[in-house]
T-cell receptor, first 114, second 113 residues
Framework: DQQVKQNSPSLSVQEGRISILNCDYT??????FLWYKKYPAEGPTFLIS?????DKNEDGRFTVFLNKSAKHLSLHIVPSQPGDSAVYFC?????????????FGGGTRLMVKP | NAGVTQTPKFQVLKTGQSMTLQCAQD?????MSWYRQDPGMGLRLIHY???????DQGEVPNGYNVSRSTTEDFPLRLLSAAPSQTSVYFC????????????FGPGTRLTVL
């Protein structure tokens, strides 16, 4: 049973609009959450993270929201750009020090149309 | 500074063959990991190492062996390949072991017939 789920395999958004990628988790022990971005033929790269003591973390155009009671997090990209087209993975961990205990979601392919 | 490099990029094996996927990093990172990515399932940890001479199993270790004789290299061995091992394999390294400081290699796409 997948402990981290991304229920939307793909998302298409117009350039300049907001992209919202969603992620749900089931394990209450998860305390640290991350988003990775992956281009074709490349490895994932870290994008943004959030600790469970926060409900929002912002980095430029990227904002991650965490709703612990709903066990839900989302990534907002505003404004979306064609270069944001990639596969986005959310991941969860018991804490930031446990890089070897990451559980990944299945990924959402984002397509930003010019 | 090449970062994390993986060879080969692509490989086709027959069932029962053995091979080694190579991973090297030039950032003097102590922590290294191997993941596999299957469609719709995200990345799953196979084995990891917290330093030369120290390795441990991840979520899906069966059918794979690792060793860490140097800080730079972390090869992944498939002793007897099976079709279920068809996947994309990623190696990652980290200086601190923190989840947000992992650098991933470009991956090896393996097909087992």
């Amino acid at each position: 049973d997948q402990q981290v789920k991304q229920n939307s395999p793909s998302l298409s958004v117009q350039e300049g609009r907001i992209s919202i990628l969603n992620c749900d988790y089931t394990n209450s022990m998860f305390d640290y959450f991350l988003w990775y971005k992956k281009y074709p033929a490349e490895g994932p790269t870290f994008l943004i993270s959030i600790s469970s003591i926060k409900d929002k973390n912002e980095d430029g155009r990227f904002t991650v929201f965490l709703n612990k009671s709903a066990k839900h997090l989302s990534l907002h990209i505003v404004p979306s750009q064609p270069g944001d087209s990639a596969v986005y993975f959310c991941a969860a961990s018991p804490n930031n020090n446990a890089g070897n205990m990451l559980t990944f979601g299945g990924g959402t392919r984002l397509m930003v149309k010019p | 500074n090449a970062g994390v490099t993986q060879t080969p990029k692509f490989q086709v094996l027959k069932t029962g063959q053995s091979m080694t996927l190579q991973c090297a990093q030039d950032m003097n990172h102590e922590y290294m990991s191997w993941y596999r990515q299957d469609p719709g399932m995200g990345l799953r940890l196979i084995h990891y190492s917290v330093g030369a001479g120290i390795t441990d199993q991840g979520e899906v270790p069966n059918g794979y062996n690792v060793s860490r004789s140097t800080t730079e290299d972390f090869p992944l061995r498939l002793l007897s390949a099976a079709p279920s091992q068809t996947s994309v394999y990623f190696c990652a390294s980290s200086l601190t072991g923190n989840a947000d400081t992992q650098y991933f290699g470009p991956g090896t796409r393996l097909t087992v017939l």
